[in-house]
C-alpha cells in the first residue's frame, strides 16, 4: 500500500487513479498522518434495468378501496405488521 501526501494527490491524482484502477490501494496522508485511503469500487458493473422483470407480480386489487382502508386503519392505529 502506497501513501502519499495531499499536495502529490492533487497534483497526481490521475496517475493515482490508474493505479487504483489496476488494483492498488494508496493512502493520502496530511503531515504524515494518514487522513483517507483510495481504493477500487467493489463492483462496477452498470445497473442493468428491468433485471427482476417478471420475478414478481401484484394482486390484482393491490390499489382496491378496501385494501388501502386496511393500510389506513392499520397505521391509524399503530399495529405492527
Known amino acids: 500500500m502506497r501513501t502519499v501526501n495531499v499536495y502529490d494527490a492533487k497534483t497526481q491524482l490521475s496517475r493515482l487513479l490508474e ?3 489496476q488494483g492498488e490501494e ?3 496522508a496530511r ?3 494518514p487522513v483517507a485511503r483510495l481504493v477500487p469500487v467493489a463492483d462496477a458493473r452498470p445497473r442493468v434495468p428491468g433485471r427482476w422483470g417478471g420475478r414478481w407480480a401484484l394482486a390484482e386489487d393491490w390499489d382496491s378501496v ?3 382502508e386496511a393500510i389506513a386503519k392499520t397505521f391509524a392505529s399503530g399495529a405492527d405488521a
Open 19 to 21: 493505479s487504483v484502477e
Open 31 to 33: 503531515a504524515g498522518r
Open 26 to 28: 494508496i493512502v493520502i
Open 66 to 68: 378496501a385494501v388501502n
